[in-house]
């Protein structure tokens, strides 16, 4: 386990502590603190470098063209019963799908917005999951990092119960 303390980057013993604590398995803990070293730095200024410059590129990139801006509050609410066990990931993908002309990105006129959808029907209709998760991936961002990709089947299972039950609709 490496310790890193984030007012270790700051240099102002006037700055909050605070303490991360990461769980790596040996050979990552050996590569980070060989990089580490190579660059002359500790473990903690370069885990704290990293990881800032990392959350400053994220800050800083602009939302991609067609993409839903939020997390519906039904969504939200279905992948927290999800993750303590409840229906499941295909429920939340269901419930999503099947608003899916409600819950178009602002940035879209309707008519763009109906040939996305198009485009996602036809990727459902070829059995394609990877491209059904990935089109929910680009187009609903911040939904998706509510579902652990290890629940991708589950996810793409719902989208396709609402593909059959003829709720993906514009």
Not at 79 to 105: D, K, V
Request: glycine share 8%.
């Amino acid at each position: 386990m490496i310790s890193a303390g984030m007012d270790a980057f700051m240099g102002d013993s006037r700055v909050e502590r605070a303490t991360v604590l990461l769980r790596l398995s040996t050979e990552n803990k050996a590569a980070i603190e060989s990089a580490a070293a190579a660059l002359g730095k500790s473990v903690t200024t370069f885990l704290t470098e990293a990881a800032l410059t990392r959350a400053r590129q994220i800050k800083r990139r602009s939302p991609a063209r067609g993409a839903h801006g939020g997390v519906p509050t039904f969504f939200r609410a279905c992948c927290h019963e999800a993750a303590q066990g409840g229906n499941g990931y295909g429920g939340a993908a269901w419930h999503l799908a099947n608003s899916i002309g409600s819950q178009m990105p602002d940035d879209l006129e309707v008519q763009e917005w109906a040939k996305l959808v198009d485009e996602l029907i036809e990727l459902i209709d070829n059995d394609d999951e990877q491209g059904v998760w990935d089109w929910f991936k680009h187009h609903y961002p911040k939904c998706m990092a509510l579902v652990p990709s290890r629940r991708r089947e589950q996810f793409v299972d719902g989208v396709r119960r609402a593909r059959e039950d003829g709720r993906l609709e514009v």
